[in-house]
């Protein structure tokens, strides 16, 4: 059981918008700790796509966006394009935990 | 640029140990925290704990202490991770990710990633 929760699967037609959520508790995200997200190609690492809850570091696309409220944040893709298939994962510190965290994973179908 | 490279595969027997490496290179190894990350298969990441490659302090995960050691030689600019007493369950894929600092601090982000290690954990 994962410490941040995320939708398992969301799917959309090519240049359609998809939003994934990721939801925390009071001692992560709504603690202010910056939620982070990662794109996951088949057999490869993670790679970073959004920081700091909505920044995105060099070279990446700005279809790509971030944003948080409260104990909540999500990843929206907007102009979806097949090679943007792939699984994504949000993640950010727990202080209870004293430890990184990570939601369980959505895997991006384009219809 | 920055790259992680990491050791390779390695099978194991319930019970034993494996140590992986992960060498960095593209910037000043001391000055960035080292975390590792394992990814069972078809599952989520998880995280295992981190190391201070300056000073050798390090931070596991409650679910892994006891067996996780993780330590550094800076003369080589090479982290390491072993975990002991496997299980089959510890069959998973375990990157080394460096975390983002900045004078000293550290953000537990993930901005760059080893290739990855498969542990396979089989009698």
């Known amino acids: 059981q994962s410490v941040l929760t995320q939708p398992p699967s969301v799917s959309g037609a090519p240049g359609q918008r998809v939003t994934i959520s990721c939801t925390g508790s009071?001692?992560?995200?709504?603690?202010?700790?910056?939620v982070h997200w990662y794109q996951q190609l088949p057999g490869t690492a993670p790679k970073l796509l959004i920081y700091?809850?909505?920044d995105r570091p060099s070279g990446v696309p700005d279809r790509f966006s971030g944003s948080k409220s409260g104990t909540s944040a999500s990843l929206a893709i907007t102009g979806l394009q097949a090679e943007d298939e792939a699984d994504y994962y949000c993640?950010?510190?727990?202080?209870?935990?004293?430890?990184?965290?990570f939601g369980g994973g959505t895997k991006v179908t384009v219809l | 640029q920055v790259q992680l490279v990491q050791s390779g595969a390695e099978v194991k027997k319930p019970g034993a140990s494996v140590k992986v490496s992960c060498k960095a290179s593209g910037y000043t190894f001391i000055d960035y925290y080292m975390h590792w990350v394992r990814q069972a298969p078809g599952q989520g990441p998880e995280w295992m704990g981190w190391i201070n490659p300056n000073s050798g302090a390090s931070m596991y995960a409650q679910k892994f202490q006891g067996r996780v050691t993780m330590t550094r030689d800076t003369s080589i600019s090479t982290a390491y991770m072993e975990l002991s007493r496997l299980r089959s369950d510890d069959t998973a894929v375990y990157y080394c990710?460096?975390?983002?600092?900045?004078?000293?601090?550290?953000?537990?982000?993930?901005?760059?990633w080893g290739q990855g290690t498969p542990v396979t954990v089989s009698s």
């Open positions: 700091g809850n909505n």
């Open positions: 993640q950010s510190y727990d202080s209870s935990l004293r430890s990184g965290v």
């Open positions: 990710a460096r975390d983002h600092c900045i004078n000293g601090a550290c953000y537990t982000r993930f901005d760059y």
């Open positions: 009071n001692s992560n995200i709504g603690a202010g700790y910056g």
